[in-house]
């Protein structure tokens, strides 16, 4: 089945350390996307890449950083520079054509302990 | 900057009738508009979409009217079943690779 997979599902971190959140698709879509949800909140886009090797920033980069080495494949850093990283994170993608939705994992809930 | 926002938060209705969810959009230069459904713990899901040009369009149980002169989105769900029951995303594509997304309205459908 095609679709878009982002893991693990619960991450914890301990103040002070970098974790990788992984973000895989197999629907050959050319568009990913991160994004940052906090409770009660909407979706605040974190980077974003359009093709492999190519990536820009989105309004809250700050204190994360992506690669896009693979075209499946957006990983996602957050770094110890993120000081409230307790959040919510959703991955997406889509084709670059235009008039089209964006097909979104299921989502990493990230704690900070 | 621009944005899209929602008008209400939080919509509760009985089960049966039938929900409206509102959305406003600042960027009139828009040309493609997507509602999203996230339950609790998930990723948002497509719900149905809408080009610029068109004024209505109907899913199944959804209808989705756009009003470009006042920039203005709305969802509407006919017979709200507890299903239903999720917080609702209105989305603007600019062009490009960027998606605005509204703040959400949460849907309680009361058994």
């Known amino acids: 089945d095609g679709g878009i997979t982002q893991s693990p599902k619960y991450l914890f971190r301990k103040e002070g350390q970098n974790v990788t959140l992984s973000c895989e698709q197999n629907?050959?879509?050319?568009?990913m996307y991160w994004y940052r949800q906090d409770p009660g909140q909407g979706l605040r886009l974190i980077y974003y890449?359009?093709?492999?090797?190519?990536?820009q920033k989105g309004d809250i980069a700050e204190g994360y950083s992506v690669s896009r080495e693979k075209k499946e494949s957006f990983p996602l850093t957050v770094t110890s520079a993120q000081k409230n990283p307790t959040a919510f994170y959703l991955c997406?993608?889509?084709?670059?054509?235009?008039?089209?939705?964006?097909?979104f994992g299921q989502g990493t809930r990230l704690t900070v302990v | 900057g621009e944005s899209v926002g929602l008008h209400l938060p939080t919509l509760s209705v009985q089960e049966g009738d039938n929900s409206i969810i509102n959305c406003a959009y600042s960027?009139?230069?828009?040309?493609?508009f997507i509602w999203y459904k996230q339950e609790s713990g998930k990723g948002p899901q497509f719900i149905i979409d809408?080009?610029?040009?068109?004024d209505k369009r109907q899913g199944q149980r959804v209808t989705v009217l756009l009003n470009k002169t006042v920039k203005h989105l709305s969802l509407q769900i006919a017979a709200t079943q507890p299903g239903d029951s999720a917080v609702y995303f209105c989305?603007?594509?600019?062009?490009?690779?960027?998606?605005?997304f509204g703040a959400g309205t949460r849907l309680f459908v009361k058994a």
């Open positions: 997406a993608s889509r084709t670059t054509g235009t008039n089209t939705e964006a097909f």
């Open positions: 629907l050959n879509h050319d568009a």
């Open positions: 890449s359009q093709i492999v090797n190519d990536f």
């Open positions: 960027n009139s230069a828009s040309d493609y």
């Open positions: 809408i080009r610029s040009n068109m």
């Open positions: 989305a603007e594509y600019t062009g490009g690779f960027k998606t605005i």
